[in-house]
């Protein structure tokens, strides 16, 4: 079995970055929360996972820094040869933002049994079984699509790589979202609709089973070798089946809605967007290399 070979051989010293979901603060205010075992077990369960991921690593001679991942900053990330996220997958999306180029590779471990985990490739605890093959070369990560958030003619990003998806939406959830929309179809032409809605979202493809799967895509549900898959939400406009949801090579937004906003991966990264403003979706040349399990 691989979790039975010892990987502590010269040349296979790794400098690994640990990013993790709780901080320092967190853990000095557990006794507060004592009166939730939700909220107790939660957080004694990351810092059960964070030992155990330390120990190994560290007995098995890798060099590892670990940082809470709200102190992630570009530069620590790119000084290393591999990055692991222990949380779930908002610890991985957050820490695949500040990947901004496609050589240092990500795995992802979830914490504990209430993290959803699609991203991640395993539970911590199971990181013994098959770690030394991931350092001996022979389990290799995938080149994940990611995509870009650029204003048209410019290629200045707006927001952080979007590993699972983009919501345009108004910035208040039970505000109308007015936009015109534009599809880049496969064969070079486009297409261009005027809609109103709860917004649009725009999802990689590994994104396509995540939030855009829960808000009602259907009919995108196997792989695709286009890079964008997108979902009118709940449309006031009358559309058909392939204007609501359906595959681009890049979606172009025109704002008609005063106060909206694009969320990338999640509520924290976001950027407000003025009546009249034009966005752009589209694929980025550069990808993440994920190590990733079971979603083919």
Same mark, same amino acid.
């Given at each position: 079995m691989a979790?039975?070979?010892?990987?502590?051989?010269?040349?296979?010293k790794m400098n690994i970055l640990l990013t993790h979901r709780? =901080?320092?603060?967190?853990?000095?205010?557990?006794?507060?929360?004592?009166?939730?075992?939700?909220v107790y077990n939660s957080i004694e369960n990351n810092k059960r996972a964070f030992a155990f991921v330390m120990n190994y690593l560290e007995k098995r001679g890798h060099d590892v820094a670990p940082i809470w991942r709200g102190d992630l900053y570009g530069s620590v990330v790119q000084e290393?040869?591999?990055?692991?996220?222990?949380?779930?997958?908002g610890t991985l999306l957050e820490t695949s933002h500040y990947i901004d180029y496609d050589l240092v590779p990500l795995l992802g471990l979830t914490s504990s049994e209430t993290s959803v985990g699609a991203l991640c490739y395993s539970s911590y605890h199971k990181l013994p079984q098959y770690f030394p093959t991931?350092?001996?070369? !022979?389990?290799q990560p995938k080149e994940i699509k990611r995509i870009n958030t650029t204003k048209p003619g410019s290629?200045?990003?707006?927001?952080?790589?979007?590993?699972?998806?983009?919501?345009?939406?108004?910035? =208040?959830p039970a505000g109308l979202t007015r936009m015109?929309?534009?599809?880049?179809?496969?064969?070079g032409t486009d297409k261009e609709f005027q @809609?109103?809605?709860?917004?649009?979202?725009?999802?990689?493809? %590994?994104?396509?089973?995540?939030?855009?799967?829960?808000?009602?895509?259907?009919?995108?549900?196997?792989?695709?070798? =286009?890079?964008?898959i997108y979902l009118i939400n709940n449309p006031q406009t009358l559309l058909?089946?392939?204007?609501?949801?359906?595959?681009?090579?890049? %979606?172009?937004?025109?704002?008609?809605?005063?106060?909206?906003?694009?969320? @990338?991966?999640?509520?924290?990264?976001?950027?407000?967007?003025? !009546?009249?403003?034009?966005?752009?979706? =589209?694929?980025?040349?550069?990808?993440?290399?994920?190590y990733t399990k079971g979603m083919e």
């Amino acid at each position: 079995m691989a979790g039975s070979r010892d990987d502590l051989r010269t040349g296979n010293k790794m400098n690994i970055l640990l990013t993790h979901r709780d =901080s320092e603060s967190n853990v000095e205010i557990v006794p507060t929360f004592k009166k939730d075992p939700r909220v107790y077990n939660s957080i004694e369960n990351n810092k059960r996972a964070f030992a155990f991921v330390m120990n190994y690593l560290e007995k098995r001679g890798h060099d590892v820094a670990p940082i809470w991942r709200g102190d992630l900053y570009g530069s620590v990330v790119q000084e290393n040869d591999l990055i692991i996220s222990l949380g779930g997958d908002g610890t991985l999306l957050e820490t695949s933002h500040y990947i901004d180029y496609d050589l240092v590779p990500l795995l992802g471990l979830t914490s504990s049994e209430t993290s959803v985990g699609a991203l991640c490739y395993s539970s911590y605890h199971k990181l013994p079984q098959y770690f030394p093959t991931i350092v001996d070369g !022979y389990i290799q990560p995938k080149e994940i699509k990611r995509i870009n958030t650029t204003k048209p003619g410019s290629r200045n990003l707006l927001l952080p790589l979007a590993l699972n998806d983009i919501l345009f939406a108004h910035k =208040s959830p039970a505000g109308l979202t007015r936009m015109i929309v534009t599809i880049g179809l496969e064969n070079g032409t486009d297409k261009e609709f005027q @809609c109103s809605s709860s917004g649009i979202w725009i999802s990689t493809e %590994i994104g396509r089973t995540g939030a855009i799967k829960s808000a009602g895509n259907i009919r995108i549900l196997e792989p695709t070798n =286009s890079p964008l898959i997108y979902l009118i939400n709940n449309p006031q406009t009358l559309l058909d089946d392939q204007q609501r949801n359906n595959v681009a090579e890049w %979606i172009k937004i025109k704002s008609l809605t005063k106060n909206g906003r694009v969320f @990338c991966d999640g509520q924290f990264n976001h950027i407000d967007v003025a !009546y009249g403003e034009e966005i752009l979706i =589209s694929p980025t040349g550069v990808h993440l290399n994920l190590y990733t399990k079971g979603m083919e």
